[in-house]
């Protein structure tokens, strides 16, 4: 099996296994909650996360009204959630930008999307998936760098590196899809801190299973 191959048998039978989890958890009901909820969830859980977005969205229901807001207006929202001053403060100039720039519209391109305060190529991904249905590329979080080292799709530890690996073996139809499968993975066999390969439906074929198989 070459290692297009392998992936491609990777995916499906992860899709198989954890189909229903192939959407961000993130609780949204447009790109710019969506979008603020991503950059809020920068090393803090979703979960975390979507106990506080609901009633920020409530009070503030807009662009153009987190636009008109001070970072510290948020503080009382955001408090729970790790680096919250400076997530807040990005969130109030991603707010301006959009407003300023782009028409009070979050923007549909990589490029673009990149320029606003706080957000990266992961945050951008996932918005362009999730929001738009587009793929530019691959957002790489803590779950996806751990499977796919040990899945041996990439030794990098590096988030960019790793994007670069899997979008060379990973067919474009799959860039979305396969963030989710791996965190999904990630979070209940394949965790950091632990491989529960016996139960892993990947075990036959990992590289990295501890399951010895007849046809190893
Ligand atoms: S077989 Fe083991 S190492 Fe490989 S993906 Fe599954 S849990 Fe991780």
Redesign the pocket.
């Known amino acids: 099996m070459d290692k297009k191959e392998y992936v491609r048998e990777v995916i499906k039978l992860l899709k198989r296994r954890y189909g229903k989890e192939m959407h961000t958890s993130l609780k949204h009901r447009n790109a710019w909650e969506l979008l603020v909820s991503t950059i809020l969830s920068a090393q803090a859980t979703d979960a975390s996360v979507n106990k506080i977005t609901p009633r920020m969205f409530k009070r503030y229901r807009s662009v153009k009204s987190f636009a008109e807001l001070r970072p510290s207006d948020l503080y009382r929202y955001t408090r729970s959630i790790g680096l919250y001053r400076s997530k807040s403060k990005n969130i109030v100039r991603a707010a301006k930008m959009i407003t300023g720039e782009f028409k009070g519209r979050v923007p549909e391109s990589m490029d673009l999307l990149v320029r606003i305060p706080g957000v990266g190529r992961k945050t951008a991904n996932v918005v362009l998936y999730n929001a738009f249905g587009k793929s530019e590329g691959i957002a790489i979080d803590t779950h996806c760098i751990t499977?796919a080292n040990?899945?041996g799709i990439s030794r990098s530890r590096n988030p960019r590196i790793i994007e670069e690996d899997m979008m060379k073996v990973v067919e474009r139809k799959d860039w979305g899809d396969v963030t989710h499968l791996f965190i999904a993975?990630g979070r209940d066999?394949?965790t950091a801190r632990k491989?529960?390969?016996g139960e892993?439906v990947?075990?036959r074929i990992?590289k990295?299973?501890?399951?010895l198989h007849s046809n190893n």
Do not use: A, D, I, Q
């Not at 990295?208 to 399951?211: C, D, E």
């Open positions: 499977v040990r899945l993975l066999t394949c491989k529960l390969c892993c990947l075990n990992c990295s299973s501890t399951v």
